[in-house]
């Protein structure tokens, strides 16, 4: 009788509990949704205020300055106005309007503060870029990174920028789960350098833009940070590698445009969708005028390069403002990496940097009236990097394909190859088959191919497959593929054959479904060969051949990175003779992008947006002590450093 009743007393406690645990997970999901809903209104607001803003920020007289004769007479929220000699203009004053403007007294945190938004939408899905402009010496380096001696108040944006990704992230985590990496390089005279390499980074990189990966610079050392103190290690490092010399006009000027790139990825915890973003923070060499600047020889050499890559970013910003289906891009190494954040899927921020002194008003003006050409700038709605289930399913089904698509040739080949008895030993399971490396002749890969696709296109009817495989990229992250390998890239080059896999003889009866499910992933995790060039001290990854066992998927990836690349630019590889993409891929680059005659640009055509260089701003208190960590460019590019990662003085933990 007892018995009975308590088990019914359980049982009703246990229905009970059931019930209490119901409502709780629809409170959860309602949360969650609330969540989402907050985030869309947010990047809404964000929308709304402009996808390029323009900042203004006025540095203070230097110490030893003499301070009376400020240019700048009046700031008022988002307005300045400067003093104009008559010469400039006759009113003897001129006013400018920005998203904001931050006046000589303007602390760290305060100019931080009014970037913090775009910071999050990183976290949720966004490109963002966030650069410095101005003449030399007006306050670039102090804005992103700080004074020479850094303290906790002189953090600038890059430190700032990191610390709040951390945080946003911590207080996300029982949503989302982040993984946060960084990349940071430097433009040098037109050449790209890893200034996290632990070789001083005197290997030229290639920029690859609209690349599946999500990486611009994919052979840069790509590091994961999950505190402040790692980005202080590694941003000290970057920092140390960065060429400067000294000039007539600053005693240690930036002679390169230096861009920290941080890649974030996030996995929705609910809905298994993954979010990617990425940011640059840019901070461009000084212009200068090169007869005042006094400077030869090499450093005449940089200087030009500085101005005309200038010159380009104010180029490829005019033939945004005024619509033109031609953006070029392409005439510089800046407007090259900085492509995905300039032109209309990203969110783009620009600190226009001033000096005070009256001497260099002319700087200042012209330096102005780009910042205003920039702020007129409509990028259109930004656009979100979602690679949701649908898309995840589709890309297994195209691998598995491929992979059948192997399997079969491999067969073919080896019947081809084998004399009858052997084919009846393999079939009567005596003899294993083995499966060398092949080639085929690209014909007959491509009806194969051809049929595949389309097979997935119906299968797939609802879907755009265009959009999905050049919108709704993989993972940013390497994939994995045990048994599976590309063969070298540069044989194909002839065009007339196309390289397939080769498959590893004792690996080929792993070949299955379930195989490719492991080595597509779920496109989340960082996984471990992902950091493939560890340098232990300092968390760097070295130079290594990547680890990455390449796939037939990893050959779509590639060939997609050849057809998704620069619209707006002709495509040379043909010119080049470079590899042909399988006819699969033909099939979709096909829809993607028609081939262009190269367009040949008229001088007069070109309006270039770009303010004289400046002229000598004598700041020399200021600039007479070299800063910490920069590397004094003798006869090229950065000095070769040892990578210790021990850095010291500079590390500190934010709370
Ligand atoms: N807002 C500021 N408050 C105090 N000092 C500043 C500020 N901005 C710049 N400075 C100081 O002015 C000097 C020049 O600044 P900085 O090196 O950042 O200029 P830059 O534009 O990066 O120059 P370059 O293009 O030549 O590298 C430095 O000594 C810096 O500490």
Redesign the pocket.
Known sequence: MVYKFMKSQYSEEFSNLGKHLQILAHAASGYHKVLEENRKLYNQVQDLKGNIRVYCRV??F?PGQFSSMSAVSHIDDGNITVITPAKYCKEGHKSFTFNKVFGPTATQEEVFSDTQPLIRSVLDGYNVCIFAY?Q???????TMSG??ELTEEGLGVNYRALNDLFHISEQRKDTFCYEIAVQMIEIYNEQVRDLLANDGGNRRLEIRNSSQKGLNVPDANLIPVVSTSDVIELMNLGQKNRAVSSTAM?DR??RSHSCLTIHVQAKDLTSGNVLRGCMHLV?L??SERVDKSEVKGDRLKEAQHINKSLSALGDVISALAQKNTHIPYRNSKLTQLLQDSLGGQAKTLMFV?ISPEMDAIGETLSTLKFAERVATVELGAAKKNKDNGEVKELREQIASLKAALARREGETHIRSTMSSPDIYRMKSGAISPSYPSFRQPMEDVGNIEVQSNSALMQKGANYDIRELLMETNPSPWPESCAGLQKTDDKETSSGEWVDKVIINKHEAVARDEDLLRDWEGDGTQLPAYFYQRYIPDVRVYRDQPRNRAESVATDDSDDLDLATSDSSEPDMSWQFNLPKPSAAINVVESRIKKPQTKTIKSPDVRTSLIPSPSRKVS?GA??TTSRPGRNPVSGGIGGKRSVSGKVGSGKQSLH
């Open positions: 540095r203070p230097l101005g030399t010496g007006s306050g670039k380096t102090y004074p020479k600053n000027s930036s901070d060499a000084g940097h700041n200021g600039r």
